[in-house]
C-alpha cells in the first residue's frame, strides 16, 4: 500500500511538474474594427481589445464562446452579449500556443503551436493597447496613430514577428480558398512589402489564386517598385503578363 501511494504521489508531482514546464497559452486576435467579447467556462474575461491573451488556463477541455459587438444595434445589442461569432469545446493541450484569428468578416480561423516564450515576451513590447504592435494606438496595427493600414492610411509594414504569425497561419489552412480568404481580410488592415507577398504567394498552390492573391496584394504594399520580384514564384508567362498589366494600369 505504502509503495501504492508513493508512486501515485510521484506521478502527481511528475504531471504537475510537466505542466508547469509545458505552458499552455490560449490567445483570441482579431482583425474586426468592431471590439470584441470572450466568455470561458461561462464566466466573462474582463480583458478587451484586438488580442486577448490567456495564461492562466489549466490544460483540458474548456468552453470558449467569442461575441462581436452587433453594428446594428445600440452597442451589444438587447443581450449585452452581441453576435455569437464562436462556441465550441475547445481542447487545451500542454505546452501549445493556441490562436483563434477572427477576421474582419467574423470568421474565426484556429492555429495552434508549440508554446514560444520569445512570442511571449514580446508580448508586453509591442502587443498591448498602447504597444507597437496591435493597440489602438501603438505603432502598427491600429485605427487611429498606426504605422499600418488603418484610418490614417498609408504607413509601415508588418514587422519580421507579425508577419511570421500571419505566415504560418496561412500555412496551416488546407485549402488555396481558405488561405485567400484569410489574407483578403487581413491585408486591407496591414500594408506589406513586396518580398513579403511573394512568400505568401508561394503558400499556393494553384496559379490562378497566386494571381489572384499577388493582384490584390498590390493595393498594401509599401515598395510597388519591388514588385516585379512577385514574377518569380509564377509558373505561366500569361501569368506574369496579366499581374504587369495590373500593376501598370492601377490606380489607388
Known amino acids: 500500500m505504502k509503495q501504492i501511494f508513493t508512486l501515485s ?17 490560449v490567445t483570441i486576435t482579431s482583425m474586426s474594427p468592431a471590439p470584441v467579447r470572450v466568455v470561458i467556462n461561462g464566466q466573462p474575461v474582463n480583458e ?5 491573451r490567456l495564461a492562466d488556463l489549466q490544460p483540458g477541455s474548456h468552453r470558449i464562446q467569442i461575441y462581436m459587438q452587433d453594428r446594428f444595434n445600440n452597442g451589444w445589442g438587447n443581450n449585452q452579449q452581441g453576435r455569437l461569432l464562436f462556441n465550441q469545446l475547445v481542447q487545451v493541450r500542454p505546452g501549445m500556443h493556441l490562436d483563434l484569428l477572427i477576421n474582419r468578416f467574423g ?15 514580446q508580448w508586453g513590447n509591442g502587443w498591448g493597447n498602447n504597444g507597437n504592435g496591435w493597440g489602438n494606438n501603438g505603432n502598427g496595427w491600429g485605427n487611429n496613430n498606426g504605422n499600418g ?23 496551416r489552412e488546407s485549402f488555396d480558398d481558405n488561405k485567400l480568404t484569410l489574407l483578403q481580410s487581413v491585408l486591407p488592415n496591414n500594408a506589406v512589402t513586396s518580398q513579403q507577398v511573394k512568400e505568401l504567394v508561394q503558400l499556393f498552390s494553384f496559379e490562378k489564386n497566386k ?7 498590390f493595393r498594401y504594399t509599401v515598395d510597388r517598385g519591388n514588385y516585379f520580384i512577385i514574377n518569380e514564384v509564377l509558373s ?6 496579366e499581374l504587369n498589366r495590373y500593376v501598370a494600369n492601377f490606380r489607388d
Open 9 to 25: 504521489a510521484f506521478l502527481l508531482f511528475a504531471l504537475v511538474g510537466f505542466a508547469f514546464r509545458n505552458p499552455s497559452i
Open 149 to 171: 493600414w488603418g484610418n490614417n492610411g498609408w504607413g509601415q509594414p508588418m514587422n519580421d514577428t507579425q508577419f511570421e504569425q500571419l505566415r504560418q497561419t496561412v500555412r
Open 236 to 241: 505561366f508567362n500569361s501569368s506574369k503578363q
Open 48 to 52: 478587451q481589445g484586438p488580442m486577448i
Open 107 to 121: 470568421r474565426v480561423f484556429r492555429d495552434e503551436q508549440p508554446y514560444d516564450a520569445r512570442f511571449d515576451q
Open 211 to 217: 494571381l489572384e492573391l499577388a493582384r490584390f496584394a
